[in-house]
């Protein structure tokens, strides 16, 4: 089972040539979910005593599971936040799963960790912070939040020795991503919702006030979102940051989607002041063209990361203790793939200029999107696109019409996009972060809107 022989070569041909065909992405259709009665019928059981073979098994993958799943990487998938990773990327891919690769810590893993830290000290750079920030490649935002918020209490604990309060807090507003109210649920935290202004933008004069407001004396950070999910709205960094650095709180900025912008110079300015943070994240896997899962941690001192994470064992004594750097020191988790390598390659290949071109061209056809839904006389722009998210009503239609035309577009292999909720009204989203979607597919979207 485990050698490498004659039956392993002729699957190892034809895993490859799936792959190969897979990632050559012609005539890719969006495809969709089938329910489990459909899949039982058309796949029934799979795991048996004897096996079912390699060549069979992968056959029903192709053509049916893997049919069962819509396309993330096509270019009208536009719902969501899509995934669009270079063919570098993802051939990278395979050579990090061929590696078995250990990347948790230096001892095991020094040269995965090294070149994965370069990819994490280019994105450091663009934010603007000091030299020895740093961090680890996560599976997503969640875990990214998570992980630098427990940093941050863990200062804050240390700080407030004998002087605990009795409930700990974050603040942040409502426009903030799910997964903050719920790291403060997995931390048994408080969450403190600052209310935003009519940009719906987070400003330092505003958490000062909720705070002061608030009298709560256990907030030890403040969450600012630079993209927020919905909209693509940048929190006002610069006052938020200041006035974190004021109030002796830890400043961490989500750019989950949207920090990716830095590499954006048309955009850069809107997140003037993100080198005041303490910690960030961004998702490699939204718009820096990595595949599943990737998302960058980075602290300003990773040392208290370090403190906060550390994992203590017998076992582990001969990694915990000497100063290199082990990955998983600096989030939750322990073992962990090197799964910042498929982006660091693709990054080394390319270099940092195509990404700037490539993250350009994402704004240039949202930028079109929005003249195009601005001058459409049936659709309303809800909100003046800041990054590549662009939100808007057709006017007239109930939430059983946007769902009747999001399943329509999906049937008819014409688009991926679904409705979004804002402001308690059903309307929907374009979220433009695939180099491959251009203006032609956009035409195709707006026009099936009628
Ligand atoms: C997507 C997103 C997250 C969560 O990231 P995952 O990788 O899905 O866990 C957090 N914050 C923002 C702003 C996001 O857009």
């Known amino acids: 089972m485990h050698r490498y022989d004659a039956g392993t070569e002729v699957l190892a041909e034809a895993v490859m040539s799936y792959s ?38 992968l056959r029903l993958f192709g053509d049916v599971l893997a049919q069962s799943c819509i396309t993330t990487d096509h270019p009208r998938y536009l719902s969501f936040i899509p995934c669009a990773p270079t063919k570098a990327a993802t051939l990278f891919d395979l050579v990090v799963s061929a590696s078995s690769l250990y990347a948790g810590t230096w001892m095991e893993g020094s040269g995965a960790v090294y070149a994965e830290n370069q990819a994490l000290a280019w994105l450091a750079g663009l934010a603007g912070l000091p030299e020895g920030a740093g961090g680890v490649f996560v599976p997503g935002g969640t875990f990214g939040n998570l992980s630098a918020l427990v940093a941050a209490r863990y200062q804050a604990r240390q700080r407030r020795a004998g002087d605990q309060p009795s409930r700990w807090a974050v603040a942040g507003t409502a426009n903030a991503h799910s997964s903050i109210v719920s790291a403060c649920d997995v931390m048994d935290i408080d969450f403190i919702g600052v209310p935003v202004g009519e940009d719906g933008r987070l400003t330092g004069e505003a958490l000062r006030r909720t705070l002061e407001q608030a009298g709560h004396d256990g907030v030890f950070a403040v969450v600012a979102t630079a993209g927020t999910t919905n909209l693509g709205i940048v929190d006002d960094l610069e006052t938020v940051g200041e006035a974190c650095a004021e109030l002796g709180l830890w400043f961490h900025v989500d750019g989950a989607y949207g920090l990716a912008g830095l590499a954006a110079p048309s955009v850069r300015h809107r997140f003037s002041g993100v080198e005041r943070a303490d910690s960030f994240v961004v998702d490699p896997h939204k718009w820096l063209f990595a595949p599943f899962d990737c998302c960058a941690l980075v602290y300003r001192n990773p040392a208290i990361a370090r403190a906060a994470h550390t994992q203590r064992a017998g076992y582990l004594d001969v990694v915990t203790e000497n100063d290199e750097i082990n990955p998983s020191d600096y989030a939750v988790g322990l073992t962990r793939r090197a799964r910042g390598l498929p982006f660091w390659f693709s990054l080394a290949t390319h270099g940092t200029q195509a990404y700037t071109d490539a993250v350009e061209r994402t704004l240039t056809v949202t930028r079109y999107a929005t003249e195009r839904i601005r001058s459409h006389p049936l659709l309303d722009l809800l909100h003046e696109p800041e990054l ?8 007239g239609w109930t939430p059983q019409d946007y769902r009747a035309w999001s399943e329509r577009l999906l049937a008819e292999d014409k688009g991926f996009v679904v409705s979004t909720t804002h402001a308690g009204e059903t309307v929907t989203r374009l979220a433009i972060v695939n180099p491959e979607t251009g203006e032609a597919d956009i035409d195709v979207i707006l026009d099936s809107l009628g």
């Open 20 to 57: 190969r065909q897979r990632m050559s992405h012609q005539d890719v259709p969006l495809d969709g979910p089938l329910s489990a009665a459909e899949l039982h019928e058309l796949v029934g059981q799979t795991i048996t005593r004897e096996g079912m073979g390699g060549e069979k098994a």
């Open 388 to 395: 590549s998210v662009v939100c808007f009503r057709r006017r």
